[in-house]
């Protein structure tokens, strides 16, 4: 097996900064290594980026290239990429994608690929049931009416949830790899302090306050603005339910804690990494910069910045600019030289006017315009963003969705770095190459 | 079905990323400027609305962007005070900073204190009459169910103390579709209306609110006809090619980038109608879609609630 031993020292420094950048060749092989070393890989980011697509894509790369057992852990996958996976209505139980999904992609791999979702209220459960003190008190705090709604609106419920899955996960030890994909969160940040404010949560005196029986409150002086506050607004008798509802659960303090704790720990440890994904949008783009930042800040490690649904570097090539320049400048004239070539619409039963040429010529070149724009703003940020951390991949926009394992790959190969992957149909004939094109019409500058 | 901007209370919702923020700002944009006085509220506190207006931080107690359009941001802690002082008449100075724990900490652990503070705060807006029309930039899709549903939730489990007794005159504002609506913000992509579809059914079944309308956002033109389609097909060709090569002067390589992003668009537009048509036929018939289309030029800030502010009263007026 090529799994390095866990905390085997491959990790080059905390941040995840060095001081140079490097080609393709060197960028698959450093993505080897960091998959190889680690064992946990968190993909955070903004929402509506595609961080699902790209955690199977690594995992379903990592398992056919690196081998050993992969998994991932998808929280809200769309239907056609769970049908893919085969994770849908499973629950937490992980499913194996079989064999034959990668022998249809093309691809013998060298290890093994498992997927499973993130089922939020069934994960509570399973907590409850570990650390409650008896199996009686388990099922009185799942049958309480406010367990149900204080698990589905817990602020800090889905973020833990997921940290505490991939905890659970890593325990049992029956991967090599976890490839975890993380829920939307109002801030990507919620999700590395959930566990500690869960400790905090368990530890702070106001839900000791809360617990107090009712009698005892009048005497801590410290306590009654608290009670005046928490009476007026909810009233006794619901404070009162909640005061019940939570005696229950301090019963799992310590299991909590030490847990919480726990989870902590394995975020920070060197066998962990995270992977900030991102679309070259203005808002997505500055909320990964944070996230960047704050990583840096709490000295987690950083592995990979993935920037995705990029638009081809030739569309913003000052070049093809021109020529599309040209096309819009030339395009009755061109059209007059087409219209006589084009074959006959079998609709009107003659060719195509030479206006109408024009007009189609016109929208080609409008229509490079427009996507310049774009492109040449992504290209800017792109450079801002990779300036922050050296292992960038930039995945191509793709239009529709990656539905199947052999889109994943295809994906995973382009994080890759591969020179050879083919891209997708569409963009196949504007895979960023070098120049050796003449200026067109010879007007250089 | 009333007129959009003929509504009191606007929520704004969609999965995230799809220009939620961006669509609020410009419907609150478009009543201001047609005289309403308008109120826009981001539910979650992000800043994401002041970098909309570019017009710099958007406290709870308001920032006046033009003559008829007032940008805050929620703040359940400030609204709690605001309720306590100008309605239950509590006198919480003294008290401040026991008061702001023990109110985190209680909106933390019991349920709906936060969201029902949230709508509560933008339903008294509504019934004071201080503005005409309240936009809020809701949460998304994961949360906004939770946040309309939290009075029916706190009716059901608190059954004394002020917030049960406020929760009546709220459901009146928020189920009266004369007055309140949801908009549903998406983009023609797969995910983004798998989730509109699924929030419009739960909007229906959880929440008192009704939908007022669906927006498709980033909606890329259609560039061709079927004859210029046919036309646009030959021209990748390679005897065409050449020609269009030696006529320019360019490279084939060039030109083939050129025809690149064309194709690009046609691939991307069929590929979005084709979610659009799904949305059509999952939505009541009785619910407007309204278009607006990608922005090239940019994608946030001023300019481009602007732009799509433009759009937008072009989609209303037909």
Not at chain 1, 371 to 384: G, H, M, Q
């Amino acid at each position: 097996m090529s799994w390095a031993p866990a905390g085997s020292g491959r990790q080059r420094s905390l941040s995840g900064r060095s001081e140079v950048g490097f080609g393709n060749g060197e960028k698959a092989r450093h993505l080897e290594q960091l998959l190889s070393a680690k064992e946990i890989v968190v993909a955070c980011g903004p929402g509506g980026v595609g961080k699902t697509t790209i955690s199977a894509s690594l995992a379903a790369t990592a398992a056919a290239r690196l081998g050993g057992k992969v998994l991932v852990l998808t929280v809200d996958p769309a239907r056609r990429l769970a049908d893919a996976l085969g994770v849908k209505g499973l629950g937490n139980l992980a499913r194996r994608v079989p064999g034959e999904a990668f022998a249809a992609a093309g691809v013998s791999p060298k290890g093994e690929l498992y997927a499973a979702m993130l089922d939020m209220s069934e994960s509570w459960d399973a907590l409850v049931r570990r650390h409650a003190p008896d199996a009686g008190t388990a099922r009185e705090i799942i049958a309480n009416p406010l367990y149900k709604n204080i698990t589905k609106r817990f602020s800090l419920g889905h973020d833990y949830i997921a940290m505490e899955r991939l905890y659970e996960l890593h325990e049992q030890g029956d991967y090599d790899l976890l490839v975890v994909d993380t829920p939307p969160s109002l801030n990507a940040l919620d999700l590395l302090d959930a566990p500690g404010r869960m400790t905090e949560f368990f530890s702070s005196r106001l839900l000791r306050w809360l617990i107090v029986p009712y009698r005892s409150r009048l005497v801590n002086l410290a306590s009654r603005p608290f009670y005046q506050v928490a009476d007026r607004i909810l009233g006794s008798q619901f404070l009162e339910d909640l005061a019940g509802f939570f005696i229950l659960f301090q019963t799992m303090r310590d299991g909590f804690v030490a847990r919480a704790d726990a989870v902590n720990r394995l975020l920070r440890d060197v066998r962990t990494t995270f992977v900030v994904v991102t679309t070259l949008e203005a808002v997505p783009a500055v909320e990964a910069e944070q996230l960047i930042e704050s990583l840096r800040d709490r000295r987690l490690h950083l592995g990979l910045l993935v920037c995705n649904k990029v638009l081809p570097t030739s569309f913003s090539d000052p070049l093809v600019g021109r020529t599309a320049e040209l096309l819009e400048k030339r395009a009755s004239e061109l059209a007059e030289s087409l219209a006589p070539r084009l074959p006959v619409d079998k609709a009107t039963s003659s060719r195509p006017p030479a206006e109408m040429v024009a007009r189609v010529l016109y929208e080609i070149a409008r229509s490079f315009a427009n996507f310049r724009l774009v492109a040449t703003r992504e290209a800017e940020l792109l450079e801002e963003l990779s300036a922050a951390h050296e292992l960038t991949a930039t995945v191509p926009y793709h239009p529709g969705n990656v539905t199947d394992l052999s889109g994943l790959l295809q994906v995973g190969a382009t994080i890759w770095g591969d020179e050879t992957t083919a891209s997708p149909p569409v963009l196949a004939v504007s895979k960023a190459k070098p120049r050796r094109s003449p200026d067109p019409a010879g007007e250089g500058n | 079905m009333p007129e959009l901007l003929s509504y009191k209370l606007l929520f704004v919702t969609g999965k995230g990323g799809v220009g939620k923020t961006t669509v609020a700002a410009a419907i609150a944009l478009l009543a201001s400027e047609q005289g309403r006085r308008t109120l826009v509220c981001e539910a979650e506190p992000k800043g994401d609305l002041a970098r909309a207006y570019e017009c710099g931080p958007t406290p709870f107690s308001g920032r006046r962007v033009s003559d008829d359009l007032v940008a805050m941001s929620m703040d359940t802690e400030a609204s709690l005070r605001e309720y306590l002082r100008v309605v239950a008449r509590v006198p919480t100075v003294g008290h401040v900073g026991p008061v702001a724990r023990a109110f985190d900490f209680v909106a933390t652990a019991a349920p709906g204190i936060r969201e029902i503070l949230t709508v509560g705060k933008l339903c008294f807006e509504v019934r004071e009459g201080h503005y005409d029309l309240v936009v809020v930039d809701a949460s998304s899709t994961g949360s906004v169910v939770g946040q309309l549903a939290a009075p029916t939730g706190i009716n059901e489990l608190i059954s004394v103390g002020v917030v049960r007794s406020q929760t009546d005159w709220i459901l009146d504002i928020l189920g009266d579709a004369e007055r309140t609506g949801a908009v549903l913000v998406t983009t023609p992509e797969e995910m983004p209306v798998t989730e509109a579809i699924d929030l419009a059914g739960r909007l229906a079944t959880d929440t008192p609110v009704h939908l007022a309308c669906v927006v498709a956002n980033r909606v890329l033109p259609e560039l061709f006809g079927r004859s210029e389609e046919q036309i646009f097909n030959e021209l990748g060709r390679p005897s065409k090619l050449d020609l269009l090569v030696k006529e320019i002067g360019s490279s084939r390589e060039l030109v083939e980038d050129v025809l690149a992003a064309a194709r690009l668009a046609v691939t991307v537009r069929r590929d979005g109608v084709s979610h659009l048509e799904r949305l059509r036929a999952e939505i009541a018939p009785s619910v407007p879609l309204l278009y607006l289309p990608y922005l090239f030029a940019r994608s946030h800030g001023l300019r481009a609630v602007r732009q799509v502010a433009r759009a937008l009263s072009e989609e209303l007026v037909t």
